[in-house]
């Protein structure tokens, strides 16, 4: 790929198990995240690719296992700690805050970023008001990035599907993260609109050096863009490695590759 | 204000960030201030000031301060009438107990109050959510009227806890006429209003409807799900906490615990839900409705229906109407008055060439 230089590993997942009552989405997995590589997840439906990023920023706390991140050893992450140290995502189905516009839903990606005190945002005064602007320029900028400055001020709500979906990496990128998880990033997406995500992802990836954890179903575009590649099926690790490895293990090609997609 | 935006380009951000961006809505504000504190004094009677004017104003803080928590945080509350009591017994207090208080540092500490409270009964919002935190803030509404009215030092030992404001005096100027009062509740609504709306369009604000749509989301992106929604509740409690001194201090001068009932409560929601949820001027839309309606209601019944409806109609005709009204905005129109004033300014911008 481009001039990035893959780096050492900053993200690293131990024996996690992660159990809902009975059910077992995530058994004993290993896997590590270099830095400013782009990092795949695949696996057929239910294999515990979602859960598996909601245990790296701390939506779910897995019983077993540790994760090291930076350096730093933990059993669980919490998500709004997660997110101070640089790591932010995208969801499944969208999560966008559907009664906020698209640029107070990018704003709102800023927000770890803004020190003003309640008090001084109430005044509109001093730092806040300061803040408030500085951030908007950012916020500009990404949304020159990802080109969505027509709907600036939609209700997110009334866009269509593919734009949302923009948005919602809007509002990640907005944060600045060093490590961008994006599930399905894709999903229901058309040809055109699948090419430019792409594009999108692998520019944010190339310029500005992010880590990138993916999720994806469709192959075509996991062997294109990805470095690596960690294949779950029923809660276990069943490969791991490089998307021509992955492609050539016996397990991964029965257990996901044989079946039709 | 019917106008269109035409010709106004922001060459920066900071002009699309001001408090109003659209010159208009600027000018239009400036014009509703004026006439509010000198227009309105002159040419309303004395009546109307006290008895619709300022408890209009009244209501309508205490439905911002509502709309704060249940419109942008989306935490709904059934006991805003409960932390106005706070706010109203709180102040007295404060008048009663320390010497050379002065009034609006009484009202602040009412506030105040009624903020701490707030938090405490905010507390199950982390656990529990929509109909149950509702039933959560029910309790409180009826465990605060019942402490005020048990603990006698609340109302200085009087019977039944009815408490008599005192007398509000600034710089040494007494507010007693209707008017001094009216102007004196209309600054402290304006202030409070100018810094409720600087709340929703900075982060904080951003936070609390980020709560409020998706919090899962919320948590992601980095903010404190547990300090936004206790923030929510203490500012919208200050809020109806100042608006129930006010209450005591400027409308009724005497009330008892049992005046801050579930009704006033439930008559406080209705202005949001008809006014428009989530949404500043709503506050002061839906207050409006829900004080005038009434006298229209007289008026309509009086002047052109006396004789022929069923007195068992006419006198519930009221409730009748609010009824249907709120089934009515929750159905069809969520966002309320303030929503259908927007679109109305959308379809005339538009007018005469829909297409
Ligand atoms: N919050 C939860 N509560 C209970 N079970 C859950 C929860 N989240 C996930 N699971 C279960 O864990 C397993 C893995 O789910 P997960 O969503 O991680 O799969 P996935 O690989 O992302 O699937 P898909 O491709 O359909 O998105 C499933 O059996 C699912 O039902
Ligand atoms: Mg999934």
């Given amino acids: ?261 | 204000m019917l106008y269109r935006e035409a010709g106004q380009f922001k060459t920066s951000y900071a002009a699309d960030q001001q408090i109003f961006p659209i010159r208009q809505d600027r000018i239009g504000i400036l014009i509703i201030l004026a006439i509010a504190f000198f227009a309105v004094p002159m040419l309303f009677s004395e009546y109307w000031l006290k008895a619709i004017l300022i408890p209009f104003l009244i209501f309508s803080l205490a439905a911002l301060g509502l709309n704060i928590l249940t419109g942008y945080a989306g935490q709904l509350s059934l006991g805003s009438a409960a932390f106005m009591a706070v706010g109203a017994f709180a102040s007295y207090n404060f008048m009663l107990r320390v010497d050379g208080m002065p009034i609006l540092l009484a009202f602040i500490g009412g506030g105040l109050a009624a903020a701490a409270v707030g938090i405490a009964f905010g507390l199950p919002s982390l656990r529990i959510k929509g109909f149950y935190l509702a039933v959560a803030t029910l309790a409180a509404q009826f465990f605060i009227v019942w402490l005020l009215t048990k603990v006698g030092w609340f109302s200085n030992y009087s019977s039944s806890g009815v408490i008599t404001a005192q007398d509000m005096e600034i710089l040494g100027y007494r507010f007693v006429t209707p008017e001094a009062k009216y102007l004196l509740v209309l600054a402290i609504v304006v202030v409070l209003a100018l810094l409720a709306k600087n709340m929703v369009r900075s982060s904080v604000g951003r936070a609390w409807m980020a709560v409020r749509d998706m919090d899962v989301a919320a948590e992601v992106i980095g903010i404190r799900i547990m300090h936004t929604k206790l923030l929510a509740f203490a500012v919208s409690s200050f809020y109806c906490g100042v608006a129930g001194a006010l209450y005591a201090f400027a409308y009724i001068g005497t009330v008892e615990p049992e005046g801050f009932s579930l009704d006033l409560s439930f008559k406080i929601l209705f202005m949001i839900i008809i006014g428009g949820v989530g949404s500043i001027s709503g506050a002061f839309l839906g207050a409006a409705f829900i004080v005038l309606l009434p006298i229209a209601l007289d008026v309509i019944v009086q002047q052109w229906l006396a004789g022929v409806l069923p007195p068992s109609v006419s006198s519930n005709l009221q409730l009748i109407v609010f009824g249907g009204l709120i089934i009515f905005f929750l159905i069809v129109e969520p966002h309320g008055l303030a929503r259908l004033w927007q679109i109305g300014k959308e379809k005339l911008r538009l007018w005469p060439f829909p297409h």
């Fill in chain 1, 1 to 261: 790929m481009s001039g990035r230089k893959i780096g050492d590993v900053i993200l690293d997942l131990q024996n996690i198990s992660l159990r809902f009552g009975g059910v077992k989405a995530l058994t004993d997995i290993s896997f590590n995240v270099r830095e400013h590589e782009v990092r795949a997840i695949i696996g057929p439906n239910g294999a515990g690719k979602s859960s598996m990023l909601n245990v790296i920023n701390g939506v779910y706390h897995p019983q077993e296992g540790r994760i090291v991140f930076h350096g730093e050893e933990r059993r669980k992450m919490e998500p709004h700690k997660a997110a101070k140290q640089g790591i932010a995502r995208t969801f499944q189905n969208i999560a966008l805050f559907k009664g906020m516009s698209v640029l107070d839903n990018i704003m709102t990606g800023r927000i770890t970023k803004m020190h003003a005190s309640f008090l001084e945002q109430a005044i509109h005064f001093g730092r806040a008001r300061r803040e408030e602007l500085e951030h908007r320029h950012k916020v500009e900028e990404v949304i020159d990035f990802l080109e969505i400055q027509h709907i600036r001020k939609t209700p997110v709500g009334r866009l269509p599907y593919g734009l949302q979906k923009r948005v919602e990496l809007a509002r990640a990128l907005a944060a600045e993260p060093t490590m961008l998880l994006l599930d399905e990033p894709m999903a229901g997406m058309n040809v055109e609109e699948k090419q430019d995500m792409c594009r999108f992802i692998l520019d944010v990836n190339d310029q500005f050096g992010t880590t990138i954890v993916l999720i994806e179903h469709d192959m075509g575009v996991v062997m294109d863009i990805s470095d690596r590649v960690v294949v779950l099926d029923y809660g276990k690790k069943i490969g791991d490695g490089t998307p021509d490895e992955v492609r050539n293990n016996p397990e991964v090609i029965s257990a996901y590759l044989g079946v039709a997609h």
